[in-house]
């Protein structure tokens, strides 16, 4: 029997982190912090697309004795302000995820199914607005240094306000301002990594890479908030 793959896109968009522990801040790590979420915050802001290969490793939370192991999803993603995206999984089965910004749609075409809903339901709060545009890290989130070199910054982000996961964390370059792997933790543990290569930028994609048309064979589900 088929089982359904696990979906957490932006978190996408993003969405973002790598440790889960309460690690020390290190030696320097206001000046680390306060250098690299400026430079993400600029790089992100002046870009208005970015497409990349991702790699999304899930691990559920431990429910017993014996954790499950994690599940791996390899793909494109294509993302544009404001609040659009396009998910194209390729491995191990393919599916989509797609968003014009006020409709989102999940399709699954091992299951022939097709689920709509509204794009608010795609991310919460303060990590949308950041992830698609809208956001200030330092405004939405307490930022706090994890690890400092001369190439790559962790960075912890816990949202101010409530929203649907606990916190998140993200490898930068310093430098640049390139988010290069995130990682987000749930309200119960879950944890999503997302890894990028392959990052381009202000492509300009036409608006059609974020409309979805259900193949007239699938089963649509409408979901209403």
Do not use: H
Not at 117 to 137: E, K, N, R, Y
């Amino acid at each position: 029997m088929k089982t359904r793959p696990a979906r957490a896109p932006l978190v996408i968009a993003a969405a973002l982190g790598l440790a889960v522990g309460a690690a020390a801040e290190p030696d320097g790590g206001v000046a680390c912090r306060d250098q690299a979420s400026a430079a993400v915050q600029k790089r992100y802001e002046g870009v208005k697309d970015l497409s990349a290969r991702f790699e999304q490793t899930t691990r559920a939370a431990s429910t017993g004795t014996t954790a499950s192991p994690p599940a791996t999803s390899r793909g494109i993603v294509v993302l544009a302000k404001p609040g659009k995206m396009r998910w194209t999984y390729e491995e191990p089965e393919p599916s989509l995820v797609v968003s014009d910004g006020e409709t989102l749609w999940l399709y699954d075409p091992t299951f022939g199914e097709a689920q709509k809903l509204p794009a608010s339901d795609q991310l919460g709060g303060a990590a949308a607005q950041f992830l698609l545009g809208a956001g200030d890290m330092r405004r939405d989130f307490d930022v706090r240094a994890i690890s400092c070199a001369e190439w790559s910054v962790e960075l912890e982000l816990v949202p101010r306000e409530p929203a649907s996961y606990e916190k998140l964390f993200l490898i930068a370059n310093p430098t640049t301002g390139d988010v290069l792997r995130t990682r987000v933790v749930d309200l119960v543990g879950n944890v999503v990594t997302l890894e990028l290569r392959d990052l381009r930028f202000n492509l300009e994609p036409d608006d059609d890479v974020f409309r979805f048309d259900p193949p007239p064979d699938v089963d649509v589900i409408e979901v209403e908030r």
